[in-house]
């Protein structure tokens, strides 16, 4: 018995190893997914990440932090106008201003003194790699280079060329791009620019984005790598931030993960001036937030003014994330904060509405709070979101382009005096807490697999290797056409040569 002990703890237990961590992108809510993991990953191991966000926390002892705040955050400004804030540029845009978006924060990234100290040191050691998953392979060489496994993390989904590049089915029928903001069933003329947009995006993918990072990781790590496709088919864990609510289902090779709540913190106390302020909201209150990257100071003035007047005309206390000390006009019933501790906000009981841009982490810590909402989607996967959440009867969503003063009162009043909206929020929440083990258990385990097995070459499935002619079966079906028109061709000739024949024979004896 003791013996079997053992041999089971020797199995799961992973020594205390190195581990490299890139969060290159400069969008908060999407660290606290990261943050959430390579803090549990340090009570155990070294962890050394680059991000913009550093925890400086000396509780943290086995964390290193290379910040690379300053120079990701001037990349971002310079693109921030281009293509965030804009939700009506078509998909291909998008993804190739993401691609560039994600070359100049690679050369950031690659740039770092500190970073280069340890990709470029003969004497590093480093045991797995874990990238941050955005769009664009450009930093997986990084791995390649160390030697150490890769890991892929996305504080959201992934679009359809990472699925592809890690073998996952990915039938266009039923399955649009990330970037879509489809719903669970798409109309013809949908599946058909999923379709183009596929074909685009592989091409795209192929000759113009893969030799760009390619060329990129070699200008910094030298030549001495392999394609980056290869390095990119090669990743061993893919962790998503998926959860069943918002994301349909679909299958998965073992080797992508979802992960879930990896950011809903246990519930702490308010700042006295914001408790004060709710626990006086005997009516109800609202609380107002465009997130991180939108953020409701940069809105137009027109809709700033509309949503005002809007809320000083409900019979509701409002609490406004605002970016800055001071807001024009500011109604007597409005509270300000630039900062606000959100997921402690949502849970109090006199927080009745959440108007959220429907952002992923936004709505995922509403829904863990038991808050309805008010959706105004802005940019990225917002749209498709709230839909979704439409679709389930938990929140009401509003296009900001079009909407009106009255519009916006109505779906508050709405979704606060219809009981059924705050039922299904809830409802959703039991479905989505329900798991056999705790996601960020679960997430640690796949990383530590990955370690003890350097690598999951044993779990690749044989769909990430081949071509798309292949795929597709088109070599199957050429075979097989060319196998019935042979048939087809020598029974035409048989029964011809038969037929002439028999009434070639018949015309002689006529004859
Ligand atoms: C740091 O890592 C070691 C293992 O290398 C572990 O024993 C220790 O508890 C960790 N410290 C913290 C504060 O997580
Ligand atoms: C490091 O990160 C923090 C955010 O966590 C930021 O406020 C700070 O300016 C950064 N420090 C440097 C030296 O770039
Ligand atoms: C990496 O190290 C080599 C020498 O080992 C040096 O020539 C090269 O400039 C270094 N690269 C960077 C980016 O510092
Ligand atoms: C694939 O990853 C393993 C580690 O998991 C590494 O040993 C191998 O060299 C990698 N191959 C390529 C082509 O990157
Ligand atoms: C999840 O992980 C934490 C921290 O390592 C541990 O304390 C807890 O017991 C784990 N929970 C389960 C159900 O394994």
Redesign the pocket.
Known sequence: MKVCTIIICLCTIVE?VNILGIFHLPSYSHHTVFQAIYKAL?????VTVVTPFSLNDP????LTEINISDGASRVFKGIESLFLVERDIPSHVKLRKAFELSYKLSEVVLNERRFIDIYNASTSEIDLVIVQEFFSPVLYPVAAKLGAPLVGVSSMGVGTLRHLAMGNPNPLATYSDILFPHGRRMKLFQKIKNVLYYMWSRYYLNFEALPKCDQIARKYLGNDLPYIQDIEKNMSLLLLTTNPILYEPRPNVPTVISMEQMHIKPVKPLPKDLKQFLDSAKEGAVYFSLGSNVKSINIPEKLRKLLIEAFAELPYKVLWKFEDDNLPGKPKNVFIGKWIPQQDVLAHPNVKVFVTQCGLQSIEEAISRGVPMVGMPFIADQTRNIRRLSEEGAAIGLDHTTVTKEEFKNAIIEVISNPKYKENVKRLADIWVDHPLPSLNRTIWWIEYVIRHKGTKHLRSPTADVSWFEYLLVDVILVLLLAISLVIFVLYKTVKFILTRICGGAKIKQN
């Open positions: 205390s340090s009570k155990h191991h070294k509780a943290l002892v086995n």
